[in-house]
């Protein structure tokens, strides 16, 4: 669990890093190329038009043609290219320099792409690789022909200097931007993770049985983390009640079955102390039959457990069958009929109407006669047991009230746990394993139905089961 948690933490710092540095990268990668452009392009517009006021002032001078102006075309030429600080070049329509700012080109012939372009009366300024720019500007005499080309040269030397110290400032606040995401970065990891890590510890400590630990959630804000925190602690009390329940359970089973097993044990030793030569057979007899009783009290606890078990198992499928459920309590009050009447109990049956299920019969009658046969117990002379099965259009009824000694109302919530009795030494002389409505309640579920409780003590009880009439 911890390599998983610390492999977390390092991906979502790497995620945040790539999310949060590399498009910061690239912004300022192509932000100093667009200002390079831009200044690049400000400098050939700067060119072209120097290039045209001295193509311009040469046609309306005549330098091409006069020859007795020659020496003033060479100081405007020097003059111009000395206060703009570009080199000047001056060429004829047959490309040869007639004019050279530098005086170190005149008489040669320049065929440049751009010189041609220029020619051909299309203004041009373009890059060369020794980081200068060339604009090339044709000379129109007054007829509006081409005599020739006027070519300024410029240096972009200082534009990369600028660029250089707009790049190293760029990169000193990416640097201090890119600690400020790291250092957040670092934050938002130990958020995420911390909770993650903390939740991990507690669920060790369930696993290894401690089902009292507790996620804390306070300082959560309302998201999954908190989520994930709150469905942990769920699950915690949710095992603690299990555990507590095993627990309970394993306790009652003991004392169900030592509470006979004692009995036996004591009639036993009451029986072997006795001299069988002066102990009269009717006290052997009673003594046999108390035993025989303990047993059969053991193996009707055994049995139940053995139900309960087998209807608590979740690999064991319901097998439903579409019966006639009217009929099916019809029989259970009939079976049931001569044990009410033994004590004084009658019992009306009531068919609201016929209702059909898909249910497991054995199951359902199983629960039913277990609601019944309470009803007939923990009933008064001559008291009254009303059964009666009704539906709607999704479930079945199955009401089973009585005008027994009733339930307290704290003691309700508790009447479906394991072993519990909510009078034990009356339950004891009856028979109950206290096990039966916990039977009830496992079957109902079984068929994703429900059971109700209703009861005062002195006035009676009422239990209303029900079922889906369509199980899926």
């Given at each position: ?12 710092f ?45 046609g ?28 000047i070049?001056?060429i ?22 751009e ?33 020739g ?10 534009i990369?200097?600028t660029?250089?110290?707009?790049r ?17 970065i ?12 903390r939740?991990?510890?507690v ?6 049985g ?19 925190a709150?469905?942990s ?8 009640q299990?555990?507590?329940?095993r ?24 029986i ?18 108390d ?36 009929d ?18 009658s019992?009306?049956?009531n ?122």
């Open positions: 669990m911890a390599k998983k948690s610390i492999k977390l933490k390092w991906t979502l790497i995620t945040y890093a790539l999310i949060g540095i590399f498009p910061l990268l690239i912004v300022a990668q192509l932000t100093l190329n667009s200002v390079q452009e831009y200044f690049v392009e400000e400098r050939k517009k700067e060119l072209l038009l120097q290039a045209n006021v001295v193509s311009g002032h040469i309306l001078s005549d330098y091409m043609y006069d020859e007795s102006k020659t020496l003033l075309f060479d100081y405007d030429v020097h003059q111009t290219s000395k206060q703009s600080g570009y080199r070049i001056v004829d329509r047959t490309g040869v320099v007639v004019n050279d700012s530098n005086k170190t080109e005149e008489g040669k012939t320049y065929f440049l792409p010189v041609v372009e220029a020619l051909n009366n299309r203004d041009t300024a373009t890059v060369q690789g020794n980081d200068t720019i060339h604009a090339a500007v044709s000379i129109m005499d007054d007829r509006s022909n081409c005599v080309v006027v070519l300024v040269c410029g240096s972009i030397s200082d990369a200097v660029v250089d110290a707009i190293h400032n760029i990169f000193n606040i990416i640097i201090m931007l890119m600690v400020m995401i790291v250092i957040v670092t934050i938002l990891a130990w958020w995420f993770t911390n909770p993650l890590n939740s991990i510890e669920i060790k400590k369930m696993a290894e401690h089902f009292d630990q507790r996620i804390e959630v306070n300082g959560y804000l309302h998201t999954e983390l908190a989520e994930l709150e469905s602690n769920n699950m915690a009390e949710k095992l603690d299990v555990e507590t329940s627990q309970e359970f394993v306790s009652n089973v003991s004392h169900e079955l030592k509470t006979p097993l004692s009995s036996i044990k004591v009639l036993s030793d009451s072997l102390i006795q001299d069988p030569e002066t102990v009269p057979k009717e006290m052997y007899v009673e003594f046999l039959r035993i025989n009783s303990e047993v059969d009290r053991m193996t009707a606890i055994i049995n139940d457990l053995l139900t309960l078990v087998r209807m608590n198992r979740q690999e064991v499928a319901l097998k439903p069958l579409e019966i006639n459920i009217t099916m309590v019809g029989d259970i009050v009939k079976r049931l009929e001569p044990i009410a009447r033994a004590k004084n109990v019992i009306n049956y068919r609201v109407r016929e209702v059909i299920a898909e249910v497991e019969e054995t199951k359902l009658s199983l629960a039913v006669s277990n609601l019944i046969e309470n009803a007939i117990k923990y009933n008064v002379d001559d008291g009254k047991i009303d059964v009666s099965v009704d539906c709607d259009h999704q479930n079945a009824f199955i009401t089973v009230a009585d005008t027994g000694i009733g339930i307290a109302e704290d003691e309700i919530g508790k009447i479906f746990d394991r072993f519990y009795r909510v009078d034990k030494n009356r339950d004891r002389e009856t028979g109950g394993t206290g096990l039966g409505l916990s039977i009830t309640r496992s079957a109902v579920l079984m068929h994703n139905g429900s059971i109700k409780v209703s009861s005062k003590e002195n006035e009676g009880t009422t239990f209303v089961i029900t079922i889906p009439l369509k199980q899926k």
